[in-house]
Antibody
Framework: EVQLVQSGAEVKKPGESLKISCKGS????????IGWVRQMPGKGLEWMGI????????RYSPSFQGQVTISVDKSISTAYLQWSSLKASDAAIYYC???????????????WGQGTLVTVSS | EIVMTQSPATLSVSPGERATLSCRAS??????LAWYQQKPGQAPRLLIS???TRATGIPARFSGSGSWTEFTLTISSLQSEDFAVYYC?????????FGGGTKVEIK
């Protein structure tokens, strides 16, 4: 069974750094892209970026480029989303999700983590 | 960036009735369109990919249609567990983008 298990809720102050995680199991971790999706309180889904654990190839949404860093440690089947200096507007739920690409096609986000709630407040 | 526009924002439907949700893309997508369902307090769940292919375990009352810029999700006979928010997403071009969502509520 494919599982993505995300790290627990975080409470941070503006200006602090943060790194949240997403651990995959039950599948070939290096063969599926892992994307990150933001959901601000009461709002819709926003795609932030995606990484391919096999070679660390990373793509960012222009809206999030330079604001966050996506990384991976394939030795422990874990992807990360990090901020160097949080803002109040970063308060949201963050989801990770897997995406498969064959040699000719890429597909939708099939498996999702349970979400990590990030609270940013002074 | 491809903009995804969903309509209506809210759909009020009685249990057992049919629900039709629309999603329009600002550029052609071929069939690289997915639908997700999200219930309160839960992560999104993939319903449909490739515009019309149900994901594993998704009931047959959910169906997707359309191509290029116009797509539709139909729920043939709404069950109580189907009241939720539905999002479309294009995965044809970077950046991947979601629609704003349609909330299906009980009438």
């Amino acid at each position: 069974e494919v599982q993505l298990v995300q790290s627990g809720a975080e409470v941070k102050k503006p200006g602090e750094s943060l790194k949240i995680s997403c651990k995959g199991s039950g599948y070939s971790f290096t063969s599926y892209w892992i994307g990150w999706v933001r959901q601000m309180p009461g709002k819709g889904l926003e795609w932030m970026g995606i990484i391919y654990p096999g070679d660390s190839n990373t793509r960012y949404s222009p809206s999030f480029q330079g604001q966050v860093t996506i990384s991976v440690d394939k030795s422990i089947s874990t992807a990360y989303l990090q901020w160097s200096s949080l803002k109040a507007s970063d308060a949201a739920i963050y989801y990770c999700a897997t995406r498969y690409c064959s040699s000719t096609n890429c597909y939708a986000f099939e498996n999702w983590g349970q979400g990590t709630l990030v609270t940013v407040s002074s | 960036e491809i903009v995804m526009t969903q309509s209506p924002a809210t759909l009020s439907v009685s249990p057992g009735e049919r629900a039709t949700l629309s999603c329009r893309a600002s550029q052609g997508l071929s069939s690289n369109l997915a639908w997700y369902q999200q219930k309160p307090g839960q992560a999104p769940r993939l319903l449909i990919s490739g515009a019309s292919t149900r994901a594993t375990g998704i009931p047959a009352r959910f169906s997707g249609s359309g191509s290029w810029t116009e797509f539709t999700l139909t729920i043939s006979s709404l069950q109580s567990e189907d009241f939720a928010v539905y999002y479309c997403q294009q995965y044809n071009n970077w950046p991947l983008t979601f629609g704003g969502g349609t909330k299906v509520e009980i009438k």
